[in-house]
């Protein structure tokens, strides 16, 4: 009597876990993540008290559901622990700011916008332009860059220049 019950006690563990451990892998895809790299970063001056800082990143999509790109910020930090919010640039406004200051060299990646979409399995390059209200030399001597990049359910990623 209690060796039929081990055997159906073990069974039933068995079973319960080989159904748990399925579940979990037709779920893994389904958690968002956006893991990237900032590849490149170029500034230029504007004038005495602002300065242009394009990054150029490579961000990964490894779930199996779309991400669409709600909002796009950067921030700056700087040595001394103060952080200073860009604004970013337009497509437009990026094409223009190449053609303008030959500085920055040529422009590589198309920039990532709103309603831009990283599709599944999916890695892309893109870059984000945006002008700074402090010198040059503040931006050359930050501690690092970092964009965000909100999602368009609420959710925020962030790349991390270092």
Not at 23 to 52: C, F, W
Not at 83 to 109: C, I, R, S
């Amino acid at each position: 009597m209690k060796n039929n019950f081990a055997i159906a006690f073990g069974i039933g563990l068995a079973v319960i876990a080989m159904t748990v451990a399925g579940i979990l892998y037709m779920q893994r895809g389904a958690h968002m993540t956006l893991p990237g790299k900032v590849l490149k970063v170029r500034t230029a001056p504007l004038d005495e008290n602002s300065s242009v800082a394009v990054l150029d990143f490579r961000i990964s999509n490894p779930s199996d559901v779309q991400f669409m790109v709600q909002t796009v910020t950067v921030e700056m930090e700087d040595n001394q622990g103060r952080t200073y919010l860009g604004k970013v640039a337009a497509e437009q406004d990026a094409k223009a700011l190449f053609e303008g200051l030959p500085l920055l060299g040529q422009k590589f990646n198309d920039t990532l916008i709103t309603r831009d979409r990283i599709q599944p399995r999916t890695s892309v390059d893109r870059m984000v332009a945006a002008r700074f209200e402090a010198p040059e030399a503040t931006l050359e001597g930050r501690k690092r860059f970092l964009i965000r990049i909100e999602e368009s359910d609420g959710k925020s990623y962030e790349i991390s220049e270092r």
